[in-house]
């Protein structure tokens, strides 16, 4: 199944031109399976998106992209923000208590990218970026190609897996890129056991749609 794993919508997120419905709503026409609402800093309680599921008949599930000192981290499978989230290291002791799931954002958007290629692999481990998350985002919506493609490279080199999403704030957003589940999910819980186990991939949704990669 199809995911887009992050998305943006008002008014948890200010700098989006987008209602959580209009978000379920686009989704639901480009083909996909499920979204994830991956508001600034702030969570979304599991049991609206439940009722804004059901309304649209499609999966709607809630994550956070947090703002922390190594970047921005999507976070599945914690339900609050705690004072030290601006702190990745937080977060990440966080999301093991809670046994949730990380994911660098858009990893080299609007950064020099050169450094990339003269840094040696056992140089790349150093930077704690790549140390504390579960895997990297791969395709960004509003990333360059050339930034995804630097992002799949490093993942590929460092071993980490890769997943896609919109990062959608306004109607042309979507369908750009989304995320591919190997198994069906339901819930919030089963998201985060197929993030752990590795079974997805991204995919880019913006020639011949979802119906591609069924």
Known sequence: MIIDLHTHSLPYSYDSDLTPSEVVELCKQAGLDGVCLTEHDEFWEKQDLIKLGREHDLLVLPGVELSTDIGHI????????????????FVREVV????????????????????????SLEELHLNAAFELVDALEYFNGRSTDRENQISR????????????????????DIPSYATYFDRDIHNLEELVAELKTGRFRPVDLRHRGAEKWR
Request: hydrophobic share 35%.
């Open 96 to 119: 093991n208590r809670e046994g949730g799931f990380m994911i660098l954002a858009h990893p080299y958007r609007e950064k020099s990218t050169h450094l990339i290629f003269k840094s």
């Open 153 to 172: 490279e490093l993942g590929e080199r460092l071993n980490l897996k890769g997943s896609g999403g919109s990062d959608a704030h306004k109607r042309g």
């Open 74 to 89: 999507l976070v599945f499978g914690v339900d609050s923000y705690a004072f030290g989230m601006h702190r990745a290291e």
